[in-house]
């Protein structure tokens, strides 16, 4: 098996409400959102800010539905499962690779990343042509050796598809309800009825600097 790698300086996340009329809207036909409770469901925003890679150093922003992991025979369970609907990066390079190799739909325009770490917290304000479009913050927990596996589901035209993804890193995680999700009317934030999405996180994950590992991705 071939397997993908990506060095990064940190990845931070949260997950909140969202609804899940929205959330049906978002995924494809074999895929069920998971609810947090009766119609709500789970938006994931994760940021990275990759060091290594084919494509070079890049920052990414993912937005996604968490759905049910597949229980597969002899695999862990993963920790988490994601629908991307939305992807923005920060180079041209890394957005036609993930199209290429992960079928993952894209913001087709650069934009920008402000990480901004302080006092065990980081906030991200990722903007397009000056302003804010997603502004999300973190907070730190305790952090431990780890590595944690999930799935991520893409599809191309009527085609569906899994990849195995491991996190390899110092890993920080807890829902003190401490973070805040701020999103703004625009292109990225589209399938999104914003007034719907929660403002504070149901869970904040924070991995230090460690490896992402893609496996080959394979249909289903």
Request: proline share 7%.
């Amino acid at each position: 098996m071939v397997f993908t790698r990506y060095g990064f300086k940190n990845c931070v996340g949260g997950f909140f409400e969202m609804a899940t009329s929205d959330a049906r809207k978002l995924l494809p036909d074999h895929l069920e959102p998971m609810e947090a409770m009766h119609t709500r469901s789970v938006l994931a925003v994760l940021a990275f800010q990759f060091t290594e890679s084919e494509v070079g150093e890049y920052d990414e922003l993912v937005m996604a539905v968490i759905t049910p992991p597949r229980v597969e025979p002899g695999k862990p369970l993963p920790k988490a499962a994601f629908f991307p609907f939305m992807v923005a990066t920060s180079t041209e390079a890394s957005r036609e690779h993930a199209i290429e190799r992960w079928r993952l739909p894209h913001y087709m325009k650069n934009v920008d990343f402000d990480f901004q770490e302080s006092e065990g917290s980081m906030k991200l304000v990722v903007s397009d042509e000056g302003e804010p479009v997603v502004e999300l913050t973190v907070t730190e927990h305790e952090f431990n050796p780890t590595v944690n596996p999930y799935h991520c589901f893409t599809v191309g035209g009527d085609d569906r598809f899994k990849v195995n993804i491991f996190m390899d890193a110092p890993h920080s995680e807890h829902d003190e309800e401490s973070g805040e999700l701020i999103l703004h009317p625009h292109e990225m934030t589209a399938g999104l009825t914003l007034e719907e999405v929660a403002t504070y996180p149901i869970r904040e994950e924070w991995y230090r600097a460690g490896v992402q590992t893609f496996e080959e991705m394979e249909r289903i």
